[in-house]
């Protein structure tokens, strides 16, 4: 930041040897100078090619946005298939925990299973004596 | 001064400039507008008539062959000036290098033979301004040459020159105040 002085030193640009010189700062061109210039100018200029700018049609500037929102549209899509079929999984859940009490049948898996997995806790003789017997091993 | 046969509006010339069939006619009316000011300019930095001629050339034949690449994101003068300043600093550059000078601020040897310049008509206060001016660092004489002889504003030369208003302002104050040194000293 400027002091004070020195702005307000700005604000008075003009100095008195300035002034006093005026703005001619006394160079001169020959005659007919600008206008010979130009002409000789356009004389010599090479040739150039130029690239026009094609304006966009309508289509291709609104096109990122469609794809945009076709995206978004297939995602939210994907999402409402997903959430459907989870549902259906759940409700399925849920409608065999409501079923009535176990068959004969299905009690009679559950026990073999659950010997199935018993027997892993046993030793080496245990389990030789549980494959011969055909006796409870939840003793 | 003789009237234009062209009427200069440079919002159709930028347009005029992007299509291949009316580029050179609408570049003949930038040259026309723009001749005398960009001359002024690059003659104040090189200070000999035939060398501001040949810049002044160099900087059209540049603007034209790159011309493509003018957009209209910025306008079309500062395009030119600043292209204008650049070829002047490069002439200047060369000429110090052909004349075994070191490639530092100073100027002084533009001014050596201006009493002999065909086209310098000024007197001897008007010498003394131009060997005062040559003694500035580049940017400081280029923003007292636009200050003061062409009254540019400060917001213009800020984007020519692409530095802040305030230092631009600061730039000047101190250019006017090393010319009054020197006045003094050589009194």
Known sequence: MLPVSQIDAMKQEESPILK???????FEVPEHYFADFSKNLMDSLPEVTITEEVKPSRWVRIRPYVYMAAMFAGVWCMMKVFTGFGGDQKKAIKTEMRADSPTSGDKAIMQDNRRINDNAMLNYQDSINAGTQKTDINR | MAKSK??????????????QETARSAFAKVVEHYTQPLYWQIRRMVIDHDD???VLQNTFIKAWTSIDNF????KLSTW????AINESITFINKKKVQNNIALTDDNAFLVNNLEADEYFNGDEAQIKLQKAIATLPEKQRMVFNMRYYDEMKYEDMSEILGTSVGALKASYHHAIKKIESFFSETD
Do not use: C, F, P
């Open chain 1, 20 to 26: 006093k010189l005026g703005k001619d700062a006394g």
């Open chain 2, 6 to 19: 062209y009427t200069y509006d440079e919002e159709d010339v930028v347009e005029q400039l992007h299509h």
């Open chain 2, 52 to 54: 501001a001629n040949d």
């Open chain 2, 71 to 74: 957009r209209g994101d910025a």
């Open chain 2, 80 to 83: 030119l000036y600043k292209i």
